[in-house]
């Protein structure tokens, strides 16, 4: 793994219009058309997800229609001040460890920020972590680090390696959606990012390493309810240039159908059309004490390729141990 040192605090923004240029994809505006209920896998927060037929924004007000994700990135995200605080109701008094899934092989140089996205497209998401140790104490000064795929599929940044951008020239010259934030004396930190993108043999998911003093306490990754997902693959405007996707939480390569529900974001829609994703993560109170590791899933942490792979952009990355990114 890479160390976690900061780099330009004002990287460069990708804008909508070189995504399209790199990358191609359709915005072709689809109505979402079905009713929703997103259930979130954190039992320390909730809140139920609605979808409708009505779609729209009053253009006068500037408001979004509340039936209906919004677009357009973090930029959409007019009503932040206001969001909810998803932990208000506590965390209880049982917190079981985050046990650890592979670090995949596209991990790479990380930045010190709250709004990951770099100007890029699509559904914006507010995400909320609280990191706490097994005694459900908070832990302050903790570095959550995380790292996900663009909503077309691919990740970021010359190092991390052609085998995840698939040498596209606009996601080597971009490091959207990696950043690292530090928890506050509440064991809270935030980020702004867009919806995830899949691709071929992984579910939709957001990689994360939690530090504390430097130290790895814990790597691992989290999810999405799948009818949430499908909602957004098959209705959103960037998502459903794509088409379908071939892998959800039932069948994904790295971690079981049975124990997904255990590393499902709790997401909840806000006024301004934007989702609010938030999960508690318990990590070891030392490093002495034993860690676990999330069971398997149906490729046993392997599967197939990442992003666009077709086979012929040479060997893995140095360090890739045979999980999935």
Same mark, same amino acid.
């Given at each position: 793994?890479?160390?976690?040192?900061?780099?330009?605090?004002?990287?460069?923004?990708?804008?909508?219009?070189?995504?399209?240029?790199?990358?191609?994809?359709?915005?072709?505006?689809?109505?979402?058309?079905?009713?929703?209920?997103?259930?979130?896998?954190?039992?320390?927060?909730?809140?139920?997800?609605?979808?409708?037929?009505?779609?729209?924004?009053?253009?006068?007000?500037?408001?979004?229609?509340?039936?209906?994700?919004?677009?357009?990135?973090?930029?959409?995200?007019?009503?932040?001040?206001?969001?909810?605080?998803?932990?208000?109701?506590?965390?209880?008094?049982?917190?079981?460890?985050?046990?650890?899934?592979?670090?995949?092989?596209?991990?790479?140089?990380?930045?010190?920020?709250?709004?990951?996205?770099?100007?890029?497209?699509?559904?914006?998401?507010?995400?909320?972590?609280?990191?706490?140790?097994?005694?459900?104490?908070? %832990?302050?000064?903790?570095?959550?680090?995380?790292?996900? =795929?663009? $909503? @077309? *599929?691919?990740?970021? +940044?010359?190092?991390?390696?052609?085998?995840?951008?698939?040498?596209?020239?606009?996601?080597?010259?971009?490091?959207?959606?990696?950043?690292?934030?530090?928890?506050?004396?509440?064991?809270?930190?935030?980020?702004?990012?867009?919806?995830?993108?899949?691709?071929?043999?992984?579910?939709?998911?957001?990689?994360?390493?939690?530090?504390?003093?430097?130290?790895?306490?814990?790597?691992?990754?989290?999810?999405?309810?799948?009818?949430?997902?499908?909602?957004?693959?098959?209705?959103?405007?960037?998502?459903?240039?794509?088409?379908?996707?071939?892998?959800?939480?039932?069948?994904?390569?790295?971690?079981?159908?049975?124990?997904?529900?255990?590393?499902?974001?709790?997401?909840?829609?806000?006024?301004?059309?934007?989702?609010?994703?938030?999960?508690?993560?318990? %990590?070891?109170?030392?490093?002495?004490?034993?860690?676990? =590791?999330? $069971? @398997? *899933?149906?490729?046993? +942490?392997?599967?197939?390729?990442?992003?666009?792979?077709?086979?012929?952009?040479?060997?893995?990355?140095?360090?890739?141990?045979?999980?999935?990114?």
């Amino acid at each position: 793994m890479k160390s976690e040192s900061p780099q330009d605090p004002s990287p460069k923004v990708i804008t909508r219009r070189s995504i399209l240029r790199g990358i191609g994809l359709s915005l072709a505006a689809v109505p979402v058309a079905k009713l929703l209920v997103a259930c979130g896998g954190d039992d320390t927060t909730g809140g139920d997800t609605h979808t409708g037929a009505d779609a729209g924004t009053d253009a006068d007000s500037g408001v979004v229609d509340p039936s209906v994700w919004a677009t357009g990135g973090t930029a959409a995200m007019t009503a932040a001040a206001a969001y909810p605080d998803p932990f208000a109701s506590g965390i209880g008094t049982v917190c079981n460890l985050t046990c650890e899934a592979t670090l995949g092989p596209c991990y790479a140089t990380t930045v010190d920020r709250k709004d990951i996205s770099e100007g890029h497209d699509g559904l914006p998401v507010r995400l909320a972590f609280l990191i706490v140790n097994e005694s459900c104490a908070p %832990i302050p000064n903790a570095t959550v680090d995380i790292w996900h =795929a663009a $909503p @077309e *599929g691919l990740y970021s +940044g010359e190092d991390a390696s052609d085998f995840c951008t698939s040498g596209d020239a606009t996601a080597r010259a971009a490091r959207w959606f990696r950043g690292v934030q530090t928890t506050d004396a509440n064991g809270r930190v935030d980020f702004d990012t867009c919806f995830p993108g899949w691709y071929s043999s992984r579910t939709i998911h957001i990689h994360f390493t939690v530090r504390v003093n430097g130290q790895g306490f814990v790597t691992s990754q989290l999810f999405f309810d799948d009818t949430t997902s499908d909602d957004i693959v098959n209705n959103q405007p960037l998502y459903n240039a794509r088409g379908a996707r071939d892998t959800t939480n039932s069948n994904d390569t790295v971690i079981s159908a049975d124990s997904v529900g255990d590393y499902l974001f709790a997401t909840q829609r806000m006024a301004d059309g934007a989702m609010l994703a938030s999960k508690t993560l318990v %990590i070891r109170s030392s490093l002495d004490s034993a860690s676990c =590791a999330v $069971p @398997e *899933g149906s490729g046993g +942490g392997g599967g197939g390729p990442p992003p666009g792979w077709d086979g012929g952009m040479g060997p893995p990355p140095p360090g890739f141990d045979g999980g999935m990114p």
